[in-house]
């Protein structure tokens, strides 16, 4: 998304992260743009990250926020709303929890045929993240390889997280910079732009590893 104007001009860019309540969305939301984590439950009702901060001279037209949606959708339409203002979408799921990975199969099906209705008229890339990969095996509903097995034929890679050990964030963020990279560039240079995007994404992440 690209606000209008010459020469000077800045790319907007929304990450959506769309999922039930209690699957993990807004620690990993914490985790992804500030390498934070809070033990604990607190219910969202919507949140707009605007992240900008510590960006590379070479990325001052870029802007990229990350929207953390509610988990319950109160109306319908809102569903389709989140997903028309979005360029990436990470569909949450946690792993001891079956109705989660429920949801992000429906969520999947709804981006789709809104994509083939036309409604959202660019390319939107769908990324599976599931989280708290720091439980017990034993408290598994939905494996890694089974949710890979199921989201390969749609070309949906599925990257597992734990926001509390901080582990799956590198690969998440280079899914998220190799396609802003893509758009950028119209596919050209993009090794040399994800690594920057990349080194946006993480500065704060950075910062709190070498405190």
């Known amino acids: 998304m690209e606000s ?11 990450v ?4 039930t309540a209690e699957a993990g969305k807004s620690a990993l939301v914490q ?16 949140a707009l990250y605007p992240f900008t901060e510590g960006k590379p001279a070479n990325c001052e037209k870029i802007s990229i926020e990350v929207l953390d949606t509610a988990g319950s959708y109160n109306f319908p339409d ?3 709303i989140y997903i028309s203002s979005a360029n990436i979408i990470l569909l949450v799921y946690s792993p001891d929890n ?23 008229g660019m390319d939107v890339r769908m990324v599976v993240v599931s989280t708290k990969s720091d439980i017990d095996h034993k408290q598994q509903k939905i494996t890694l390889a089974e949710a890979e097995l199921e989201f390969i034929q749609w070309d949906i890679p599925v990257v597992e997280t734990s926001a509390k050990e ?9 899914y998220i910079a190799d396609y802003i990279g893509k758009r950028k560039t119209g ?25």
């Open 98 to 120: 079956y109705e989660s990975y429920k949801e992000v199969l429906k969520l999947r099906e709804l981006i789709k045929d809104q994509l083939e209705d036309k409604v959202v």
């Open 31 to 46: 985790r992804l743009l500030h390498g934070e984590f809070t033990d604990g439950y607190t219910p969202t009702v919507e």
């Open 187 to 211: 596919g050209k240079q993009k090794h040399r732009l994800s690594r920057l995007l990349s080194k946006i994404m993480k500065s704060k992440s950075d910062d709190e590893e070498g405190t």
């Open 16 to 19: 959506v992260v769309m999922g």
């Open 4 to 14: 209008h104007g010459h020469g000077s001009a800045i790319e907007h860019y929304r």
């Open 166 to 174: 901080n582990t799956g964030f590198e690969a998440l963020r280079s």
């Open 78 to 80: 809102m569903q389709r």
